[in-house]
């Protein structure tokens, strides 16, 4: 007997070892014991999990701050973790929330079959899971909180339409270099900006020479890629489009190592990298998502679903395989060179100091900003 007492033993506290393991050092939890919920309970416990740094800085940067906040100041317990680009992390850390007592996750994928798995556990164990940012097909998530994602890449692809009639250029040779193939915001970046480009390509007006995806949004592999594009075109590209703001500067980097002109480029995130690129006529536009009013609205529903109150701001919905899932879909904005200061300034999403530091400081004045 007093043997099994003392393995039984054992086992507890490996159990609890277990439980108190998984968490990254980017880890944060806030509020906890008192915050209360509209009548008088405790807020139920928020995760947040995010997916990487190397798909876009915003994550680390800006989401995980301005969520922190936003918890904190209405009194919910929340924990922010990084998966750091990998898929099982990801699915330890959700499994290891919910054992902690988390009722509410705020999920960005890193692909939809992983985190389909994670809502298919979250559910069957009641919680509930918002899609922040990235859709997860074939999920059962509660609600779905981003852009609307068709309309980014028709930014795109309007704004590298313009860009390249700007250069003079006569029917061009375009670069499609795409997002992620596991994420489904990239498949419908695509969307958009082929409603604009294939039309262009059915008329004979431009002509698209490479149409690549980049895997996991992987800024080296898509400079590999479009080497290899400008390899096998001659280097005969006129324009790229490029999905978001670091696959841009990867064309940038490989035109420069190549002591090529200057081309349209498209981004998105409004990076400080884009920003500085478009000061320099490396980059013709970026798409800028409110990264703030996304994480304000994510931040907002999640914290209504932990005080038990009505959801607020879901105005929308998307198709969720025949289903429709309670949506918030927020409106992004192009920005050129033109409206650097009317959006990303003035939101104070970006500093001045952010972008116009060095050789950057004469065209951020020439500029306006």
């Given amino acids: 007997m007093r043997k099994t007492a003392l393995a039984l033993s054992a086992f507890a506290m490996a159990g609890a070892v277990f439980a108190g393991c998984g968490s990254d050092d980017n880890s944060s939890s806030g509020g906890g014991s008192t915050s209360t919920t509209g009548g008088g309970g405790k807020a139920q416990k928020v995760a947040v999990l995010l997916p990487d740094t190397k798909s876009s800085i915003r994550w680390e940067s800006f989401d995980r701050p301005l969520l922190q906040k936003a918890f904190d100041s209405a009194g919910v317990p929340v924990e922010i973790q990084n998966a750091q680009g990998d898929k099982s992390a990801q699915q330890q850390q959700a ?67 313009k860009c390249l009639a700007d250069s003079g250029a006569s029917k061009p040779n375009i670069a499609e270099l795409n997002g992620s193939p596991t994420d489904n915001n990239a498949t419908l970046f695509k969307q958009g900006y082929d409603s604009v480009l294939d039309p262009m390509y059915k008329a004979g007006e431009a002509k698209k ?26 280097n005969k590209i006129n324009g790229v489009l490029a999905a978001n703001d670091g696959l841009g500067n990867s064309v940038v980097s490989a035109l420069k190592a190549r002591k090529l002109k200057q081309l349209p480029v498209t981004g998105q995130d409004a990076t400080p990298e884009g920003i500085q690129n478009i000061l320099s006529g490396d980059q013709c536009m970026t798409v800028y998502k409110a990264v703030r009013a996304e994480a304000d609205a994510a931040s907002k529903l999640a914290i209504s679903l932990a005080k038990g109150e009505k959801p607020t701001g879901v105005t929308a919905s998307v198709d969720n395989k025949g289903t429709q899932t309670p949506a918030v879909l927020l409106k992004p904005v192009s920005v050129t060179k033109d409206n650097i200061k009317e959006t990303v300034i003035k939101d104070g999403f970006l500093k001045r100091s952010d972008i116009c530091a060095g050789k950057y400081t004469s065209l951020c004045t020439s500029a306006g900003i």
């Fill in 95 to 161: 499994e290891q929330a919910i054992t902690n007592g988390a009722k509410i996750l705020l999920l960005t994928n890193l692909d939809s079959g992983s985190s389909a798995a994670i809502e298919a556990n979250a559910k069957s164990r009641g919680v509930e899971v918002i899609d922040y940012d990235r859709l997860t097909l074939k999920g059962s998530r509660d609600y779905y909180v981003s852009f609307d994602n068709v309309k980014v890449g028709k930014l795109q692809g309007e704004g590298l339409k």
């Fill in 209 to 234: 020479v490479a149409d690549q995806s980049v895997p996991d949004w992987d800024n080296q592999q898509a400079l590999t890629i479009f080497e290899q594009m400008l390899q096998k075109t001659n």
